[in-house]
């Protein structure tokens, strides 16, 4: 399902009438000569809200982060922070946001000790400050043993740390994570998203970017989906997959030891029948059905069988299908 | 307040990546090894002479290439998105690479004098008309420095591979900067270091300049 122009905006509306927005995109676009990187988005972020940001690569993802953070200010459109347009007004609203992103270095010679002093500075913290909050940082990070090494001896995850350390040292209202748990092992992953979850907890309004459904799943209050520079969906996970209807697919149970229903297929409705185990299959359903009055039918067939059902569910679609749906629905 | 921030940064940088030792301690040593290989050549030249020319043509050279690779490595690296994330101005972190390496290099500079007076005056080769000519140099020199430190800023800030950059600023940096002497040559008659002096600070100005132009419109 692709949304027209039309749906677009009433999304945006809808997200219009909710006063507590912190950060909200209006109507932005954003060219990189031939290519349209951004069409039109339009998205609100409430406080204290963690916005799950998803999309193939070249969607547009860091292009919008880049928007919010300031590193681009060549665009068409609005973006407001705290009801305060971008636009010629950053001076006060850099050390609002946190920044990890996707790719960013360290001058080769800086110990993470001297990096942060130098990024608290720049965020305003005085020398007290800077002291108590690198300390925090690193406890919170598990980094506090490396604080004197230099950064070019530090392992990949201990790097991610170092990025997501960066953001996090002037306490930021606003956390903007580009990939964060790209590249990073279980027990890492594990760590970040926990973090994640803890910042927001205390009211750190989030949007982190990923192409990890799963992550996204765990984590988000709300998920954009982003696909050639539209959004194409705004919603939580739940409603997302609710709203989404893919084939609607009914699950059966029987019982041990009894025979599977059969002639589920001569009902008009029905596309196919998926025999998954000896006891249980998939009904696929046409689209565009009313699904009370399948239920009905099946439900007559099963009676007129005896089936002896244990399981009777319509089965939602996993935040995956509902992202491929989208993703494939505009390269077909 | 960010640009001394970063000035010092870099300064600290320097210090820890070895840049300026090798540039206080190598300079001087190449001067003397030079008058060691070559004897014949150089008799009678006095040390501090040797170390004017030497230091102000390698100087240049050396720091066209620093700049802009330091500046096309750490681009490509993306360093500065961090810095530029925060409330800072885009032209601080340039201006402070330029007076970074120019400030290394005239202490370079002087260190290798220093050393090369001293050097004359004990071996008694001190000649006046050679101190002429040596402060000539010293200023002619330092003048260029700033001119190669402003380009090696320019092709770090429009190159986006490092070889790339390495091979403009040895082809072109030095050079470029000699044109502060040309004139010299075509009117008889000028004040070579007030020449020097002047068209060094006025070009330095104007390519520093439209450094912090292109650099305020580079989208990282």
């Known amino acids: ?332 | 307040m960010s640009l001394k921030l970063f000035f010092f940064d870099e300064l600290k940088g320097y210090a820890k990546s070895k840049v300026m030792l090798v540039l206080w301690f190598g300079l001087p040593l190449l001067s003397f090894l030079i008058q060691f290989v070559n004897p014949a050549e150089l008799e009678g030249m006095p040390i501090s002479f040797l170390v004017a020319i030497v230091v102000s043509s390698i100087g240049g050279t050396l720091s066209v290439i620093m700049l802009s690779t330091t500046i096309v490595s750490e681009k490509n690296r993306h360093v500065y998105e961090l810095f530029l994330i925060r409330p800072v101005r885009r032209s601080s972190l340039i201006l402070a690479k330029f007076f970074a390496v120019y400030l290394c290099l005239v202490i370079a500079v002087s260190i290798s004098l220093t050393i090369g007076l001293l050097f004359d005056a004990i071996t008694g080769d001190l000649i006046e008309n050679y101190l002429n000519i040596t402060f000539e140099s010293l200023i002619v020199g330092i003048s260029s420095m700033a001119i190669t430190c402003s380009i090696g800023i320019m092709f770090g800030v429009l190159v986006s591979s490092v070889p790339l950059a390495a091979i403009l600023s040895v082809y072109l940096g030095s050079q470029l900067s000699s044109l502060i002497i040309l004139p010299t040559f075509f009117i008889p008659g000028l004040n070579t270091e007030v020449l020097a002096l002047t068209l060094g600070i006025t070009l330095t100005i104007v390519i520093m300049g439209i450094n912090i132009l292109l650099f305020n419109r580079k989208q990282f």
């Open chain 1, 1 to 332: 399902m692709v949304l027209n122009g039309k749906k677009s905006k009433d999304i945006a509306k809808k997200n219009d009438l909710n006063e507590d927005k912190l950060i909200e995109f209006r109507n932005v676009s954003k060219r990189y000569k031939e290519l349209l990187a951004l069409e039109n988005i339009s998205f609100t972020i409430q406080k204290g809200e963690i916005f799950g940001y998803i999309g193939p690569n070249g969607a547009g993802k860091t292009t919008t982060i880049k928007i919010l953070v300031g590193l681009i200010k060549d665009y068409k459109g609005n973006v407001y922070i705290n009801g305060i347009n971008t636009k010629n007004n950053w001076k006060n609203l850099h050390n609002l946001i946190g920044y990890h992103p996707q790719e960013a270095g360290f001058q080769e010679w800086r110990t993470i000790d001297h990096a942060f002093k130098t990024f608290g500075c720049l965020s305003g913290l005085n020398s007290e400050s800077i002291e108590k909050r690198i300390q925090e940082t690193l406890e919170l990070l598990n980094l506090s043993q490396e604080r004197y090494k230099k950064i070019t001896h530090l392992s990949g995850g201990m790097f991610q740390k170092l990025r997501l350390g960066q953001a996090l040292l002037h306490k930021p209202q606003i956390l903007v994570l580009d990939e964060p748990l790209s590249g990073l092992d279980p027990q890492m992953r594990y760590q970040f998203k926990k973090i994640i979850k803890e910042l927001a907890r205390s009211g750190t309004t989030i949007l982190f970017s990923s192409h990890i459904l799963s992550d996204v799943q765990d984590i988000a209050d709300k998920i954009g989906i982003l696909n050639q520079g539209q959004i194409k969906d705004i919603g939580s996970p739940e409603n997302l997959q609710n709203k989404f209807h893919i084939g609607n697919i009914i699950e059966l149970i029987v019982a041990e030891n009894t025979p599977l229903c059969e002639g589920l297929e001569d009902l008009s409705e029905i596309e196919y029948v998926e025999k998954v185990k000896l006891n249980k299959q998939l009904v696929h359903l046409k689209s565009e059905i009313n699904i009370d009055l399948v239920i009905y039918l099946i439900m007559n067939k099963l009676k007129e069988q005896n089936c002896k059902i244990r399981n009777f569910s319509l089965v939602k679609p996993s935040l995956e299908e509902v992202y491929l749906n989208y993703v494939r629905g505009e390269t077909k």
